[in-house]
């Protein structure tokens, strides 16, 4: 009797840690067709939605680069329809994804009145948070913007900082976003060298530094830019704890789908990133 106990508690914990891996929900995700750098055409869309359904991903938030140099198109209604007539298609072809619309806005000093207008896009349409977009050539202070967002009630997601060579370099600059409230998502392709060693040095300090609060995919591809939400969570299970990673790659982004508060990484207990070479490659900065 006993033996049998041991060996369902056993197939309990399989199953748990398998079902686990199996919701995660994509916050940065550029797999809409024919709207930006991501896939061209409906079939490279389809293919990247295979993707990340295979990548145990269940809902993904579709986000267009949105202003910037996409300042004429990927207005909040068209993304809406994109979505809509996307949904349609994965469901006609047997695809088990969810999608959402938002939107990666590119940082913009209209961005607050454009919100109220209805012309760019919060994460899952849900009126909390944002996904901003800084500009890779040049440096700019976000922290007025952050401000007037919240004056909104809405709060700002950082995307991908680790590869913006500012922050890389100077990482304590976001110290201030996020006292005003701002959250920080981190790339997993990024975590796996995928970008570079500076950026992966960057990803893995901001997670074990506990500033960042999501990991998503920020996939464009099959090629270069492929999902990777699998790996990511392996990794950071096996680098700072299983309770990180549950809480990167599946409760927080949960939680922006559904218009919650996010949980911040520092308020769990999390063991410091031990690899020498991020560590002693991160000294130069």
């Known amino acids: 009797m006993k033996d049998i ?86 469901e006609r072809n047997g695809i088990c994804l969810s999608v959402v619309p938002g939107g990666d806005v590119r940082v913009d000093e209209r961005i607050c009145q454009l919100l109220e207008a209805d012309r760019i896009l919060t994460l899952a349409d849900g009126g909390r948070y944002i996904l901003l977009e800084l500009p890779h050539e040049i440096f700019i202070d976000i922290e007025p913007l952050i401000v007037e967002l919240a004056s909104l009630g809405v709060q700002a997601i950082i995307s991908h900082p680790e590869r913006h060579s500012v922050l890389a370099k100077q990482p304590k600059i976001l110290l201030k976003w996020l006292a005003r409230g701002a959250h920080l998502q981190v790339t997993g392709g990024s975590l796996l060298g995928e970008f570079g060693p500076a950026p992966r040095n960057a990803a893995w300090h901001f997670l074990s530094s506990r500033w960042a609060s999501f990991v998503a995919t920020d996939a464009h591809n099959l090629d270069g830019r492929r999902p990777r939400m699998k790996v990511a969570f392996e990794q950071i299970s096996i680098k700072l704890g299983h309770a990180v990673a549950r809480l990167v790659c599946i409760e927080n982004p949960l939680r922006v789908l559904e218009g919650r508060d996010i949980q911040m990484i520092r308020s769990i207990g999390t063991r410091k990133h031990t690899d020498e070479r991020v560590r002693s490659s991160y000294r130069q900065y």
């Open 5 to 90: 106990d041991e060996k369902l508690t056993v197939v309990k914990k399989i199953g748990y840690m398998k079902s686990e891996r199996e919701h995660y929900v994509d916050i940065h995700c550029h797999c809409l067709p024919a709207v930006d750098d991501g896939p061209a055409t409906l079939s490279e869309s389809l293919s990247l939605c295979r993707a990340l359904a295979a990548d145990c991903v269940t809902d993904v938030i579709a986000t267009p680069h949105q202003l910037g140099r996409f300042s004429d198109c990927n207005e909040a209604g068209q993304i809406r329809e994109q979505v809509s007539a996307l949904n349609e298609q994965l």
